[in-house]
């Protein structure tokens, strides 16, 4: 299975890319994991938030691997269980699917971009640092994926 994550936003602290990358080698064989930074658009000098957005939209409509499912990260975004996720996980396995997580930038992501996703995800009511959401929606998938193979990681 091919999980990919478009992440607008560069330059985390280095704690964020050595807890992504510490769940991502915790994968195994059967799930390929890509983290992809999307470079910000600069506000200022005459850019506001909606062109920002609209400017980072078209960078991450170009990086969604062709024919993904594609999910958005939304604050208004269903909010599901582990284990509810690791069921997504599933029935996207078992289609053959390439899933595309999308996590958009400082002012979020245009209404476009949101109705392109065939679900839309949050991790938590809180608002949350954009590194972190790499971190947990990281930790998450992994999650899932040890819920399906019964792995003791994940505890009810």
Same mark, same amino acid.
């Given at each position: ?83 509810? $996720? ?26 476009? $971009?949101?109705?392109?996703?065939? $679900? ?7 608002? $949350? ?28």
């Amino acid at each position: 299975m091919n999980i990919t994550v478009l992440a607008v936003g560069t330059k985390m602290p280095r704690w964020v890319d050595e807890a992504v990358g510490e769940y991502a080698k915790r994968f195994g064989r059967d799930i390929h994991y890509t983290l992809k930074e999307i470079k910000p658009e600069k506000r200022g000098a005459g850019v506001n938030a909606a062109q920002g957005m609209a400017a980072e939209e078209k960078r991450i409509l170009e990086a969604i691997p062709q024919g993904a499912f594609l999910v958005v990260l939304d604050e208004r975004g269903k909010a599901p269980t582990s284990v509810e $996720l690791a069921g997504y996980l599933k029935n996207w396995q078992q289609n053959g699917e390439h899933i595309c997580f999308v996590i958009g930038g400082a002012d979020g992501m245009t209404d476009h $971009l949101k109705q392109q996703a065939r $679900l839309s995800i949050r991790l938590s009511s809180l608002t $949350l640092p954009h590194g972190m959401v790499r971190v947990l929606l990281t930790e998450q998938l992994y999650r899932a994926v040890s819920i399906l193979n019964n792995h003791p990681y994940h505890r009810e």
